[in-house]
Structure formats: structure tokens, C-alpha cells
């Protein structure tokens, strides 16, 4: 069976797309476009050069790496399938060589594979319970991380553009003591070492209410301040019986102890330090 020809001297068809105008056999090759226009650094997925001219493909470069030739069509030469070779990450011109010459080059870009943060340090390592400490944490892969101080965000986190470090500012704490913080970012997450430790806040005290009370004791009394939590009394250097402090931390309730009479100083020891009551308790 004898096959049909392209009669290339014929008047194509309003809107027809064939016969194709013949392709000078002797002119290099042309690319038009790479598909996909971007692969992994790691190579070895395929692509597609679109052109004309394509016959006879002798070498494809990708930034200068040599391409494998999976497979071209003949005799046409419109389409080249090849084998991207790895490369650094980047943009890199892709090349096609024929007995003709070589093309005009399209763009390839090389997409660097997605890292997963790491973290190095946090500083400061500890801060007040009530938060508002400024910190710093240096690592890599940074960039889009969110962060938890015991599973509480952060506010105000920023990266800095090599994605090395990120600022931001504590969230309270749930309790004096060391939390976990973790950076969270799209493509994994990461633990600071150490942790950050959150310290009790130091006792304010301004008022008792009643400031005196019998020597024999037993005056039930109210400490006004902040930072009363976990707080225990003494008056006069005897403790106090009795104590709790409200949720606030604000307000604390106890019994007076026996005492000489005269005033005493009423101290207020918490964990996070000694607050003294302005006036003391007067014994009478």
C-alpha cells in the first residue's frame, strides 16, 4: 500500500491548521515551551519540548546537565520527550540540538524540595506566667511558622527572610513552670530545646483587712494585692491558719496567729518571692 503525500503546494483550507508550512530542513530547531515548566531537583521526571523542527535529536540541555531522550516524533519533529537531569535549584534555560544546530532556549525552574523547620534556641529561656516576653528563636526552614508555648500561640510572630529566625511575644502561661514550644510550619514541626520556663509572678501586697485583732489570735483577715497565688502568712514571724487566695491571684483569706501584742509585720511568701503588708497587724 503505497502511503499518501502532502501535497505542500496546495491551498490549505480557511482556519485549517494542515498541511503545516514545511519546516526549513536546514535551519536549527525552534523550542516554543517545556511541559511542565518546573520539576523537582532531583531530575528524572518527564518533560515535553513543544517546537518545530525537532527531528534528529542529538543532545537536550537543561542549564547545561544533558537530558535522556525518551522519545521523539518522527518525521514531524513537534514534540521531544525527555528525562530532566537533576540540577541545583534555579531557573535554567533548556536547549535542543539537532544535525541543524541549536534551538533558542525556554525557561525550566528547578524546585528546591520542601524542608521541615529545625530549631536551635530560644531567648530568652524563661519569662514571667503572665506573659508579654519578647523572644527570639533561631533555626532554619522558618519561614510560615506559627509558635506554641504549651500548646498556646504565640502573638506577633514574624521570619525574617532567610527563614533563620523568628521573633514574636509569650502567651500567658497556664502555670509557673517549663513548657514545650514548637514551631509549626507547612511543611513540619520542630521543638525548641529547653523549652520555655515560665516563672511566677513576685507578690504585691497593699492592704489587710481587719489590721488588728486579740493577741490570743483567731481574726479571720483579708489580703488584698497581686501575684497571691500559692501564697502562705506570717504575722509577727508565726504562720497564719487557714490560707487560700481566689483565682485572681488578688485576694487572700486566712486566720490570724497567736501574737505579742503590739504591731507585727505580716509577710506574704509565694514562689515567685516575699511581699511585706504596708502597717502590719496590730496585736491588742
Same mark, same amino acid.
Given at each position: ?18 498541511? /503545516? ?15 511542565? $515548566? ?7 521526571? !518527564?518533560? /515535553? ?14 542549564? +547545561? ?7 521523539? *516524533? ?32 525556554? =525557561? ?13 534556641? $530560644?531567648?530568652?529561656?524563661? %519569662? ?12 532554619? @526552614? ?7 508555648? %504549651? %500548646? ?24 509557673? +513552670? =517549663? ?11 520542630? =521543638? ?14 497593699? !492592704?489587710?483587712?481587719? @489590721?488588728?485583732?486579740?493577741?490570743? %489570735? ?19 514571724? @508565726? ?6 487566695? *481566689?483565682?485572681?491571684?488578688?485576694? /487572700? ?9 503590739? =504591731? ?11 511581699? !511585706?503588708?504596708? +502597717? ?5
Amino acid at each position: 500500500m503505497s502511503t499518501p503525500m502532502l501535497n505542500v503546494g496546495s491551498q490549505p483550507a480557511a482556519n485549517s491548521l494542515w498541511p /503545516l508550512p514545511p519546516f526549513p530542513p536546514q535551519s536549527p530547531p525552534l523550542l516554543l515551551a517545556a511541559v511542565p $515548566i518546573s520539576g523537582p531537583t532531583s531530575g528524572g521526571n !518527564t518533560v /515535553l519540548l513543544i517546537g518545530m523542527g525537532l527531528s534528529n535529536v542529538t543532545n537536550v540541555s537543561f542549564g +547545561g546537565s544533558p537530558a535522556i531522550v525518551l522519545s521523539q *516524533d518522527f518525521p514531524l519533529g513537534l514534540v521531544v520527550a525527555v528525562s530532566a537531569p537533576a540540577h541545583a535549584p534555579g531557573t535554567v534555560p533548556v536547549t535542543v540540538t539537532t544535525s541543524a544546530g541549536t534551538s533558542n532556549a525556554v =525557561n525550566y525552574t528547578y524546585q528546591a524540595p520542601a524542608l521541615p523547620p529545625t530549631a536551635t534556641s $530560644i531567648v530568652p529561656t524563661s %519569662g514571667p506566667v503572665s506573659g508579654g516576653t519578647s523572644f527570639t528563636i533561631t533555626g532554619t @526552614n522558618l519561614t510560615g511558622a506559627t509558635v506554641l508555648f %504549651g %500548646g498556646v500561640p504565640a502573638t506577633g510572630v514574624a521570619v525574617d527572610p532567610s527563614g533563620t529566625s523568628l521573633t514574636g511575644v509569650t502567651p500567658p502561661g497556664l502555670a509557673a +513552670g =517549663n513548657v514545650t514550644v514548637t514551631i509549626i510550619t507547612p511543611n513540619g514541626t520542630a =521543638n525548641v530545646p529547653g523549652g520555655f520556663t515560665y516563672t511566677a509572678l513576685a507578690p504585691t501586697a497593699a !492592704t489587710i483587712t481587719p @489590721n488588728s485583732g486579740p493577741a490570743a %489570735g483567731g481574726t479571720p483577715f483579708v489580703i488584698t494585692g497581686t501575684g497571691l497565688t500559692g501564697g502562705s502568712v506570717t504575722i509577727g514571724g @508565726n504562720a497564719a491558719t487557714g490560707v487560700t487566695v *481566689d483565682p485572681t491571684g488578688t485576694l /487572700l483569706f486566712g486566720t490570724a496567729p497567736a501574737g505579742a501584742v503590739g =504591731n507585727q509585720p505580716v509577710v506574704v511568701t509565694t514562689p515567685g518571692g516575699n511581699a !511585706t503588708v504596708p +502597717g502590719g497587724f496590730t496585736y491588742v
